[in-house]
C-alpha cells in the first residue's frame, strides 16, 4: 500500500473515531436530559437509536467513497500535480489525521475500561 493509501486510511480512521467520540458524547447529553427529565427514557432510547443508524449510515457512505478506486485514482493524480508545499501540507494534515485518529481511539478505550470497570462493580 502507497504512502498516500496510507494516508487516506489514516485520515478516514480519524473521521470515524471522531464520529465515535461524537456519537458517545451525544448519548451522553441525552442520558443528561433524561435525567433532568428533559426526556422520557423512552425518548432518549428512541433518540440514542436514531443517532446510531446515523452514525453507522455516515461510516458506511464514507467507507464507499474512500474504497472507490476512482477516488484513489483522482486523489494519486492529484498529488503528482501538487508542488512540493502543497504535498508538504498534505504530509502535516496527514500527521495531524494520525495524532487525532490516536488520541481518538485511546480515548474510546479509556471509555470501553471504564464501563468495564463501573459493570463490575455493580
Do not use: C, Y
Not at 4 to 17: H, K, P, Q, W, Y
Not at 49 to 66: M, Q, T, Y
Not at 91 to 99: C, Q
Request: zero cysteines; a negative charge.
Amino acid at each position: 500500500m502507497s504512502e498516500l493509501e496510507n494516508g487516506l486510511t489514516r485520515i478516514f480512521l480519524a473521521g470515524v473515531g471522531a464520529l465515535a467520540v461524537t456519537a458517545e458524547k451525544s448519548k451522553e447529553v441525552v442520558d443528561e436530559l433524561v435525567k433532568k427529565g428533559e426526556l422520557t427514557v423512552e425518548q432518549g432510547k428512541i433518540l440514542n437509536e436514531e443517532l446510531k443508524r446515523d452514525a453507522a449510515a455516515k461510516v458506511k457512505e464514507a467507507v464507499a467513497s474512500i474504497q472507490s478506486p476512482e477516488s484513489v485514482e483522482k486523489i494519486m493524480g492529484r498529488v503528482d500535480e501538487m508542488t512540493p508545499e502543497e504535498r508538504a501540507a498534505l504530509k502535516a494534515k496527514l500527521e495531524e489525521a494520525d495524532r487525532k485518529a490516536a488520541e481518538a481511539q485511546s480515548g474510546e478505550e479509556a471509555a470501553v475500561r471504564a464501563e468495564e470497570t463501573h459493570s463490575e462493580q455493580a
